[in-house]
């Protein structure tokens, strides 16, 4: 089969296609015929060796695809109804990374896709659907009636955010920093669409709530924007730092003002309850049409290094998936 491959930790011209042997699965895996894998920023880090944990070289990346089941390993569909060949799947980790025609995953590695599902859609989920439960609801608490802001709102995440907040009843404030990434916000059905490239524009959630502010905020860049993001919050507002890519020097007085919390999070740090949790939200909004991932850029599996300058150079646009 045709893989990515990594041999040395650097920049993305060490994303190379070979031809490796198929894995095969053991008891409780599957192997998963990939028709799109997600490309994710955490990907770019670990190829760049800028990652905590890093993966023995050489190593396939990729923990996201849609695709379809190509062999059950022994045992593996015991008590997992619908774990049959050719039963459309995504992919939320692998064993052997879904930068590939075939990725090995555990059975409890992949969930159904219900009809009108696209493969390509179905690698958009994993991550980005994951993350933006667990900081909205496990980490954020949100709460129906309550205003969020979703700082960077384009991107994979940040529309999960967006479709996940709608569903549950929250006024939502999206930003981009391009007036294609706003349209695509909007479409979407946010409530309001900002400019973050525009340095006032956190003044705007305040004016929007009435003088209030906001009660949380998903914060997808804390580098750039978390020393300004307390302005915008209500009393006792919330914000969760999502992703960041570097250091940031922050007044604690601005939280203290408006007794605001600083919370964050971190996938790896997420519990199998919360992973279970997590899913079977997104498995009701993709039944339901609440969740639909968006997929701004499909690139052939030899473009990897490609999809990786793009997805840390912006704007984001929706998900770049690869195609085998």
Known sequence: MRAVRVRDFGDPRVLVVEETPAPVPGPGEVLVRVGAAGVNPVETYVRAGAYR?????????????????????????????????????YAAGSLSGTYAE???????????????????????????????????????????????????????????????????????????????????????GAHHVL???????????VELTNGRGVDLIVELLANVNLRSDPRALAMGGRVIVVGSRGKVEIDPRDFMDREADLRAMRMPNASPGDVAESHAAIAA????????????????????????????????????????
């Open 53 to 89: 944990e890093l993966p023995p070289l050489p190593y396939t990346p990729g923990s996201d695809a849609g695709g379809w089941i190509e062999v059950v390993g022994r045992g593996a569909d015991d008590g997992a109804p619908g774990v049959e060949v050719g039963r459309p799947v």
């Open 285 to 324: 909004g993709l039944a339901d049409g609440s969740l639909r991932p968006v997929v701004g850029r499909e690139l052939p599996l030899a473009e990897a290094p490609q999809a990786h300058r793009e997805i840390i150079a912006g704007p984001a646009l929706g998900k770049i998936v690869l195609v085998p």
């Open 195 to 205: 400019d973050h490239g525009d340095p006032h524009h956190l003044t705007a959630p």
């Open 102 to 188: 075939l990725a090995l995953c555990k059975v409890e590695q992949v969930r159904a896709l219900p009809d009108g599902v696209s493969a390509a859609q179905g690698a958009a989920v994993g991550v980005p659907y994951v993350t933006a439960y667990r900081a909205l609801f496990q980490r954020g608490r949100a709460e129906a009636g309550e205003t969020v802001l979703v700082h960077g709102a384009s991107g994979g995440v940040g529309l999960a955010a967006v479709q996940f907040a709608l569903a549950a009843g929250l006024t939502v404030i999206g930003t981009s920093g391009s007036d294609a990434g706003r349209a695509l916000v909007a479409a979407q």
